[in-house]
């Protein structure tokens, strides 16, 4: 079983018990996190699509550790002018491990009532 979710404005193909690095997350490390945009559910060859986001669906993931992603040089130079220009950029990211998928729609049809129709009909008299 795997799910596609939405996580900090990018897409994941994640399963059960497996660890990603995600862009820095709130939370201390050891937090219990959730992300409910499902985006698709394959469930052993049952696929279930959301238009965005599948309702009632989530995962619930474990923040392991922030950390810093390697040192990117970013180095700017036009010729012939003296202009050189050097920096460094280290991304932050949260590793998060995935504990729990929640499929969608094993409730849907308990929690349905027939909000249409009045209890009493006093007016009527």
């Keep these: 079983m795997y799910v596609i979710v939405e996580i900090a404005g990018q897409q994941f ?3 059960k018990d497996q660890k ?3 862009h820095r ?3 201390a490390e050891g937090d219990s996190v959730s992300f409910d945009k499902i985006l698709l559910i394959d469930n ?3 696929v279930k699509i959301g238009t965005p986001a599948i309702e009632d669906a989530s995962i619930n993931a474990k ?4 950390l810093k992603g390697d040192k990117v040089i970013v180095f700017k130079k036009k010729r012939r002018k003296g202009y050189a220009v050097k920096n460094g950029h280290r991304q932050q990211f949260t590793q998060i491990q995935i504990e729990e998928i ?3 729609g094993e409730n849907k049809n308990e929690e ?3 909000a249409g129709e009045p209890e009493n009909n ?3 008299v």
């Design 13 to 15: 193909k994640v399963e």
């Design 63 to 66: 923040i392991l550790k922030h």
């Design 122 to 124: 006093a007016e009527a």
């Design 44 to 46: 052993d060859g049952q």
């Design 25 to 27: 997350l709130e939370g």
């Design 20 to 22: 990603l690095f995600v």
């Design 112 to 114: 349905k009532t027939s």
């Design 102 to 104: 929640n499929g969608a």
